[in-house]
């Protein structure tokens, strides 16, 4: 009696178990927005470029948008230092900075696969090869380019 009980337990599961396979999981939506995302694209800086460099000072008046007015400051600031701290360790280590942008790229980006967070209003990372560091840059505003401004 008890075999049977087995036998009958096994069909059972068999049939659930096998009867047929499950549904693919539809595929997430591309997520759109800066958040969560990295990149690698790190830029070789031109200090004669028509840019804006960030002092990432956090300017927040009002306090119901400052948290979101503080990100973009305060992942430029984690970044830096991040990609300080692995230029430092590459120095310590070789006795020298990397000599150019390609060197650094490798040595220090790819070979500690570092991801820097996507920066908003179009931020971008630049390598100041001079004083070995990194460097963010934004687009000039619209008053140091002379183009007018837009109407809101």
């Known amino acids: 009696m008890n075999s049977r009980w087995r036998l009958m337990g096994l ?11 499950k549904p693919a999981p539809e595929p997430k939506p591309e997520r759109t927005g800066i958040f969560g995302k990295t990149t690698q694209d790190i830029g070789l800086f031109d ?3 028509a840019q804006r460099v960030s002092d990432q000072q956090i300017r927040a008046s009002d306090p119901v948008t400052a948290p979101l007015t503080a990100y973009g400051p305060l992942v430029e600031k984690v970044s830096i230092l ?3 701290q ?3 360790l590459f ?3 070789e006795g020298r900075y990397p000599k150019d942008h390609a060197e650094f790229m490798e040595k220090i980006i790819r070979a ?6 996507v920066l908003p209003n179009k931020g971008e990372y630049r390598y100041d090869e001079p004083s070995h560091s990194l460097v963010v840059v934004y687009p000039p505003a619209a008053e140091e380019t002379g183009s007018p401004a837009k109407a809101p």
């Open 82 to 84: 991040a990609v300080e």
């Open 112 to 117: 500690n696969n570092m991801r820097l967070p």
């Open 47 to 49: 200090p004669q470029a």
């Open 91 to 93: 120095q310590a280590t």
């Open 11 to 21: 069909g059972v599961w068999l049939v659930l178990g096998c009867s047929g396979s």
């Open 86 to 88: 692995a230029i430092n």
